[in-house]
């Protein structure tokens, strides 16, 4: 993110930096991806117009739906990286589906609710014995299947 709004000739601004968009090359080096909603501004320019906002909810900043929280810049990249940051750490969705208004949950509210309250961001999932043998259960059909399918791969093609 920092090549596309400091090492370019022109400023990349992406305004849709989400989970989605971050794929991993074959050395695990996250690439950025998806710059269908991306502009293109001066390195000078500091300040960009849009006449709509872009984005994906969770991830958008505030000053891209309402100009009440300042001007909108190369920062609202950053905004989106820091709530794909917060998910990671906590290990939990920035919108909750479950949630009819989601008006009603604002994910950086959480965060800091936990935080002053000293409780810990990641959320902890006790697993039964039941889901845990499921899960291993689960794991060793798929080796079984991959081990299966290598098998029936080789057989196909005459030894050389």
Not at 67 to 95: C, H, P, Q, T, W
Not at 114 to 124: A, C, F, H, K, P
Request: hydrophobic share 35%; with cysteine.
């Amino acid at each position: 993110m920092e090549y596309l709004h400091q090492g370019c000739n022109q400023r990349i601004l992406h305004f849709d930096i989400k989970p989605h968009n971050i794929l991993l090359d074959y050395s695990f080096n996250p690439k950025i991806s998806d710059f269908g909603l991306a502009k293109l501004c001066a390195r000078d320019q500091s300040i960009v117009t849009l006449t709509a906002a872009r984005g994906t909810m969770g991830y958008i900043a505030p000053e891209l739906y309402s100009r009440n929280f300042g001007a909108i810049s190369y920062k609202s990249d950053v905004y989106s990286f820091g709530m794909l940051v917060l998910e990671m750490v906590s290990g939990r969705r920035n919108s909750d589906p479950t949630i009819e208004d989601q008006n009603e949950f604002y994910f950086p509210e959480w965060i800091y609710e936990r935080v002053i309250n000293g409780q810990d961001l990641v959320l902890t999932t006790e697993a039964t014995q039941g889901q845990k043998e499921m899960k291993r259960t689960t794991k060793v059909a798929e080796q079984n299947e991959g081990v299966t399918k290598a098998a029936s791969f080789r057989t196909r093609f005459p030894t050389v």
